[in-house]
Nanobody, 125 residues
Framework: QVQLVESGGGLVQAGGSLRLSCAAS????????MGWFRQAPGKEREFVAA????????NSADSVKGRFTISRDNAKNTVYLQMNSLKPEDTAVYYC??????????????????WGQGTQVTVSS
């Protein structure tokens, strides 16, 4: 089993920045791609960004391209999401996910096996 714990969420004004972290523990040796998803009230969970096992390849949603950056430190079993130029529409609960099957940074939530509990990000206008 893998446990994922997100941190770094909070309240920020529009135009501000936050850095989310996701620390993995347990059976981390078999972790491949990792990703971030978000879910706003009344909406479905949506893909934000993902990163390959070695960090050499990333993928992100069009809505966050140029503003959000995903990275990972395998020595620390941690993945990060740097969020800049935040907008009110970025308000959501952000979830970290890990795959034991896929190397590539996939956008499909069905391809991830482990999920964190989520961290709230609120952007005020």
């Amino acid at each position: 089993q893998v446990q994922l714990v997100e941190s770094g969420g909070g309240l920020v004004q529009a135009g501000g920045s936050l850095r989310l972290s996701c620390a993995a523990s347990g059976r981390t040796s078999g972790l491949y791609a990792m990703g971030w998803f978000r879910q706003a009230p009344g909406k479905e969970r949506e893909f934000v960004a993902a990163i390959s096992r070695n960090g050499g390849s990333t993928n992100s949603a069009d809505s966050v391209k140029g503003r959000f950056t995903i990275s990972r430190d395998n020595a620390k079993n941690t993945v990060y999401l740097q969020m800049n130029s935040l907008k009110p529409e970025d308000t959501a609960v952000y979830y970290c996910a890990a795959s034991r099957t896929y190397y590539a940074p996939t956008y499909s939530p069905a391809k991830y096996d482990s999920w964190g509990q989520g961290t709230q990000v609120t952007v005020s206008s």
